[in-house]
């Protein structure tokens, strides 16, 4: 845990003989503290976060007079590091010898202590962070003041006051007060109920950086790979007891296991593989010395030992050649630094191993970069620092959903249409769990040898892409946002909000996941059939949404009774008609026009994956979405691509499984089935699609 440093002008500070301002009160997603004064400025009390919470079910807001506090002494931050070591408050005040208020600490989230150098920060020479602002559109600039990093980000701005209409400043209790203002610029994203406009100065320094990256790249004609992680949150093939570790582990880390190596002897040696030496390597994990900051930057520290290594802040691959000309470079936060393996067992490691005596690999170098608990923004500042040439090969690790809880909409938009993201989930998803018994403790963010070396399988895979496949130029070229496009439901008039009132009448009130599926089912086949038992199986209620425009061979009501017939017997799923906003002519005009597109062409999909992620799967508490992939209709294809990208954006995970085939049929699709009609093979047909299905199919085409 870290904490930030609130100066005395900063802090709220409320009264004993005036009425407190509740409204000011709710902005505690900021000052966390409201220091309570007596009119000789001594201070009494404090108002927490918590308190107020509680107090603001009864209309009291109780004043802790017992609280904790720290006289300013010389040694007194010695005294606050130890305050947020030894307890779970999130505040505390500092006051002088006369009982007044010298500053507040608060705890953050990070691990390491938010302390700046003043003058190196920011670096005010640097005028492209006022350049991205300007570009964006923002005229009129108010920074919200919480600390010293405000008050930096303040003068920078007022350094570039030339470019801006107005550069104001205000305290964060007083951001209710805001009156016109194009935005209000906090330092990390906040879902503050204010009436301006916020926006993170956090997600403006990842925007830069990865811009920055984006431009070395493309410049240095670099491969740049986004690797999304495996985590807690998108691995869903887990067994049942890793389920219950995951369930813990919040409260439980890998560390608390092998503190406890005794009680999770068997479980140790299962995923470490370790059975002579274990105790010796458990010692050495946990032995691991903090990262430190070094210019502005993020490294591991220096470490030598039998298992791990660390050199110039990146730890060691092993067998690396002595003659190199070309480096892939592999950047990322926990999963990729191996906290459980030793330095042979890195997937920096085994992918150096893979790549020996291969002919296009000739003189390429592994440099691990990976760092414990490093955020996206420090990875991207250590690339930047780093000096590419022609043809190296750059993998950044990413948590998507980490990911995108710091950044701004915008940015994220940027994020997911400038560049292909890869996911190395699914590699975790189709692993074969009665032969793999477990390959982490807590979480897969740290996992095991056997982990690794799957990694290492598919970089390997995906480095086959050409270079030109990983790069969408419309985005990059631009510095302009990729705007919301939220805003193509306004010319929907009253039918939306009907839609979302349909919708709730649906809706599942049981506990447990809620999954969906999308399906046009012209007609129903056994395919469909298989993707619905499987997605069935893995959640606690399945929607079924059936395509609703009639631009099919069959139409609505008949592809709706197939569904319907065909769940007749499965109690956890519920088929829905799609309305006109789930593929739709409104949404996805595309996809009805698949036939006369030529192979190839870009087709607009996230209109549709939008309002489907942000506004139609709230309602319905859907949090996972399945498809079968898609080998043949290139359409679908990049339907199903833009689903594994945008999704998780509005925190839903998407699952897509093999199609479903029959021996001697191939693949089974509804156009072999219309053709099979077409051509009167009804014993064919019977193959293809489910019994209810058929006896539909041969009443509609019985004449």
């Known amino acids: ?125 640097n005028p492209h962070l006022a350049k991205l602002v300007k570009n964006k559109g923002w005229e009129k600039i108010t920074i919200c003041i919480t600390d010293v990093q405000s008050d930096q980000i303040y003068r920078y701005f007022k350094h570039y006051e030339f470019m801006f209409e107005k550069i104001e400043k205000v305290l964060w209790y007083n951001l209710l ?77 890998w560390t608390e296991y092998l503190k406890n190596k005794e009680l999770y002897s068997e479980l140790l040696e299962q995923v470490l ?63 990729l630094f191996g906290p459980l393996v030793d330095d042979e067992h890195t997937a920096a490691s085994i992918l150096q191993r893979m790549i020996t005596g291969i002919s296009d690999y000739e003189g390429y170098r592994v440099i691990h970069e990976g760092m414990r608990g490093a955020p996206f923004f420090e990875s991207l500042k250590r690339l930047n620092q780093d000096y590419f040439i022609k043809d190296d090969i750059v993998v950044l690790f990413v948590s ?90 306004d010319g929907s008039g009253g039918e939306w909000e009907e839609y979302l009132e349909v919708l709730e009448k649906y809706r599942y009130e049981g506990k447990g996941t809620r999954g969906a599926i999308v399906m046009n089912c012209n007609p129903l086949t056994c395919g469909h059939q298989y993707l619905i038992k499987y997605a069935a199986e893995k959640v606690d209620h399945l929607y079924i949404f059936i395509v609703q425009e009639d631009q099919s061979t069959y139409s609505f009501e008949e592809r709706y009774e197939m569904a319907r017939a065909c769940t007749e017997g499965l109690s956890n799923i519920t088929v829905i008609p799609s309305g006109r906003f789930i593929i739709s002519a409104f949404t996805f005009p595309g996809y009805f026009t698949k036939q006369t597109a030529v192979p190839g062409t870009a087709i607009d999909t996230s209109t549709d994956i939008m309002i489907f992620g942000k506004y139609i799967a709230p309602v319905l508490n859907i949090t996972v979405r399945f498809a079968g992939e898609e080998p043949t209709d290139f359409v679908t294809a990049q339907y199903n691509h833009s689903m594994k990208n945008i999704l998780p954006e509005y925190g839903i995970r998407f699952v897509e499984i093999p199609r479903y085939a029959k021996k001697g049929m191939g693949i089974i699709s509804a156009k072999k089935v219309r053709e099979a009609i077409q051509k009167e093979e009804w014993a064919r047909v019977r193959e293809l699609v489910p019994d209810t299905t058929y006896q539909m199919l041969r009443r509609r085409h019985k004449g």
């Open 400 to 489: 998507l959903e980490h990911l995108f809880s710091e950044m701004e909409d915008d940015m994220k938009k940027y994020l997911l249409h400038s560049i292909k993201i890869y996911h190395l989930e699914d590699v975790f998803n189709a692993l074969n769990r009665k032969k793999v018994k477990s390959y982490f403790i807590e979480s897969p963010v740290h996992p095991n040898a056997l982990a690794y070396r799957l990694t290492a399988e598919y970089l390997m895979r995906i480095f086959e892409e050409r270079s030109d496949d990983l790069w969408r130029d419309q985005y990059i070229i631009s510095d302009d946002p990729v705007q919301d496009k939220g805003n193509v439901l």
């Open 177 to 253: 007060e805001t009156g016109e203002t194009d935005i209000v610029i906090v330092y990390y994203k906040t879902d503050m109920d204010v009436h301006a406009e916020c926006y993170s100065f956090a997600s403006l320094l990842m925007e830069l950086e990865y811009r920055w990256l984006l431009h070395k790249c493309k410049e240095k004609n670099v491969r740049l790979y986004m690797v999304s992680i495996p985590t807690n949150h998108n691995v869903w093939n887990v067994t049942e007891e890793e389920k219950k570790r995951i369930s813990v582990s919040e409260e439980k880390n």
């Open 273 to 335: 593989d370790r059975k002579d030496d274990l105790d010796e390597f458990t010692e050495s994990c946990m032995d691991l010395p903090p990262v430190i900051v070094k210019g502005r930057l993020c490294y591991e520290r220096e470490h030598t030992g039998k298992y791990v290594n660390v050199i110039n802040g990146n730890r060691i691959t092993t067998g690396t050649p002595d003659n190199t000309k070309n480096h892939i470079y592999l950047s990322g936060n926990s999963f």
């Open 1 to 125: 845990m870290g904490y930030i440093r609130i100066p005395k002008e900063h802090c709220f500070c409320v009264y004993e003989n005036e009425r407190i301002d509740t409204e000011k009160l709710k902005l505690f997603a900021i000052g966390k503290v409201a220091v309570v004064k007596n009119d000789r400025e001594k201070v009494t009390g404090i108002i927490s976060f918590k308190d107020f919470y509680k107090g603001s079910e009864n209309g009291n807001y109780p004043v802790n007079k017992k609280f904790r506090k720290i006289v300013f002494h010389a040694e007194y931050r010695k005294e606050v590091e130890r305050f947020f070591e030894e307890t779970e408050y999130q505040s505390i005040p500092v006051v002088n010898e006369d009982g007044e208020l010298v500053e507040c600490f608060i705890r953050t989230e990070s691990e390491r202590r938010q302390e700046w150098d003043q003058d190196k920060w920011i670096d005010i020479s």
